[in-house]
């Protein structure tokens, strides 16, 4: 195991990193295995529709643990490409994985409140118009 899940001081469950891990390192690579039609999205609980990830034109990817617990902060040190967590610095044993949810695709608007200096607060607000066809 190279991750862990457990409780975060960012926001519920976190994962960390239990090794050290080079800038460009597959920290996570997801599961994909579980993916929905668009239809098929709509039934989906409200409390999981955050773990949507858009997989193609026509579906989407219900994102699985340990991945979906990958908390979102300004100050981030991973990328998702390709359906992986990326390294994009050096990542200490440890170390809370974070990712850049603005760039990742799913085109989620929230609040931020990570607390890094550099915190841009609202977070996909400006993108709401240009993600919905
Ligand atoms: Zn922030």
Redesign the pocket.
Known sequence: MDIEVRLSKTHGFGVFALRDFKPGEVVIAWNTSVRLSHEQAEYVADAEKVYLHPYDAHSYVLVQPPERYVNH??AHNTEVIDFCDIAVRQISIGEEILSNYETDGAGLSFM???G?LH???A?GAKKTSEISP
């Open positions: 902060s300004c931020c409140n990570c890094s915190c841009r607060g977070i």
